[in-house]
C-alpha cells in the first residue's frame, strides 16, 4: 500500500514528468498454450499514465487500466468464454490494474519495474524487465513476463486442468510514451 | 493370382492405415464441431487435428508409392464405363484426401490456432490470421468432408458389388491374404 501511495504521489508529484501514452501504438498481448498449441490474444483496451525518463529511472511510475471486456482471442467462443466466471469474470471484474512501485536501472537500456497486479479481485506483485528506446520524439517500453494464470484464478473448475491449458501465460506489453 | 495383380504389400497397408484413420478423424471432427468450449473439446480438436495430419502425410506417401509401384489391372469382365467410374473415383479420393486435410490446417491457420503435431511438432502456418476467411474455410472444410464421405460411400458400395455380385475377385487386389 505504501509503495502504491508513494506511486501515486509521484505522478501527482511530478507533472513534469507526466507523460501521455499513445494507445494506438502500445499494445498488451499474450500468448497461452493449449495442449502445446500457443495461442495469442490481446487486451485492446487500457489506459496508461506513465511517467519515465530513461535518465531518472528510478522516479518513473507506471498505472496502468485494463478494460477487460476488451479481451480479443482468436474465435467468438473463445472470446464468449474468456468472459465467463471461470475466466476473466468480467461482469465482477471489469478492470485490471498494474501499479508500479519501484523501476530500476538495469544497465544500457534495459530496466525493471516491479509493481501490483490486481487481476480477478487478486492482487500479487510481479516485476517485469523492460527496454526503453527512442522513437523519434516517443520513447517505445517494450517488456514481458510470465504470469501464472491460476494465481489469479484464471480459469476455475474444469479449466484448472493444467495438462489443457498451461499454467503459465506469457504476456508481452508495449507502450509508447511521447517524450516530455 | 500372382503378385503383379496385388498391390505392393506397403499400399495394402496404407490402404488400411489411411482408412481407418479417415473414419476416426471424421466421427471426431463431427463429434466435436457440436460440443460446447471446454478442456475436453481442446483435446478432442487436437486429436482431430493430428488424425488429418497423419492422414495428409501417409496420403502423400501412398501417392508417391502409387507412381513407383503402379496399380494392378482391373478384371477384364469390366466395362469401359465401369472402368472409367472407378478411375474416377479413385482420383477424387486422392484429391479429397489431400484437400479435406489441407482445408483443415487452412482453416486452423486462419483461426490464428497453429497445428502443433501431436502437442510436440509445431507446424507452419500456412496463411495469416483472418477470422472472416476462417469462417469460410470452415464451410469448404465441411463441404469437402460432405463430398468424401460421399465417394468412400460409393466406394464402399462398388467394392461389395465387385466382391457379391460381379465375385470377380477384384478386392483381392488390396487384401494380404492369399
Redesign the interface.
Known amino acids: 500500500m505504501k509503495a502504491l501511495l508513494i506511486s501515486a504521489g509521484l505522478l501527482l508529484a511530478s507533472p513534469v514528468f507526466a507523460q501521455n501514452v499513445d494507445l494506438g501504438k502500445s499494445q498488451l498481448v499474450f500468448t497461452m498454450k493449449q495442449m502445446g498449441v500457443p495461442v495469442s490474444g490481446s487486451f485492446k483496451k487500457f489506459a496508461a499514465k506513465v511517467s519515465f525518463d530513461p535518465a531518472k529511472a528510478e522516479q518513473g511510475s507506471a498505472d496502468i487500466s485494463i478494460d477487460m471486456n476488451s479481451i480479443s482471442l482468436p474465435t467468438a467462443d473463445a472470446n464468449a468464454e474468456a468472459r465467463k466466471k471461470d475466466w476473466f469474470n468480467t461482469a465482477q471484474f471489469a478492470q485490471a490494474r498494474f501499479v508500479s512501485s519501484s523501476i530500476k536501472p538495469l544497465g544500457g537500456n534495459r530496466y525493471q519495474v516491479s509493481g501490483k497486479l490486481t487481476l480477478k479481485g487478486i492482487t500479487r506483485e510481479l516485476s517485469a524487465p523492460f527496454t526503453a528506446t527512442a522513437q523519434g520524439k516517443a520513447v517505445s517500453i517494450d517488456g514481458s513476463l510470465p504470469i501464472s494464470r491460476l494465481a489469479f484464478r484464471i480459469g476455475e473448475g474444469s479449466w484448472s486442468d493444467t495438462g489443457t491449458v498451461a499454467d503459465t501465460v506469457d504476456l508481452r506489453f508495449r507502450l509508447v510514451v511521447a517524450n516530455p | 493370382m500372382n503378385m503383379k495383380q496385388r498391390y505392393h504389400p506397403s499400399q495394402i497397408l496404407l490402404h488400411a492405415v489411411i482408412g481407418l484413420l479417415i473414419v476416426l478423424t471424421f466421427a471426431f471432427g463431427k463429434y466435436v464441431a457440436g460440443l460446447p ?4 473439446k ?2 478432442l480438436i ?1 486429436y482431430h487435428k493430428w488424425g488429418g495430419m497423419l492422414v495428409l502425410l501417409l496420403v502423400v506417401l501412398r501417392i508417391v508409392l502409387r507412381l513407383l509401384k503402379g496399380a494392378p489391372p482391373l478384371p477384364a469382365t469390366m466395362s469401359p464405363l465401369a472402368r472409367l467410374a472407378a478411375h474416377a473415383a479413385h482420383l477424387a479420393l486422392y484429391v479429397l484426401m489431400l484437400a479435406v486435410p489441407l482445408s483443415g490446417w487452412l482453416m486452423s491457420s486462419a ?6 503435431l501431436f ?2 511438432l ?1 507446424l507452419p502456418d500456412l496463411i495469416a ?1 483472418n ?1 472472416a476467411l ?1 469462417e469460410q474455410l470452415g464451410e469448404v472444410h465441411e463441404l469437402l468432408n460432405r463430398l468424401l464421405l460421399i465417394t468412400v460411400i460409393l466406394h464402399v458400395l462398388a467394392a461389395l458389388k465387385h466382391h457379391f455380385i460381379d465375385r470377380d475377385g477384384l478386392l483381392q487386389r488390396m487384401s494380404l491374404r492369399r
Open positions: 468450449l471446454s478442456p475436453a481442446f483435446q487436437s483461426y490464428g490456432f497453429p497445428v502443433v502437442g510436440v509445431p490470421a477470422p476462417a
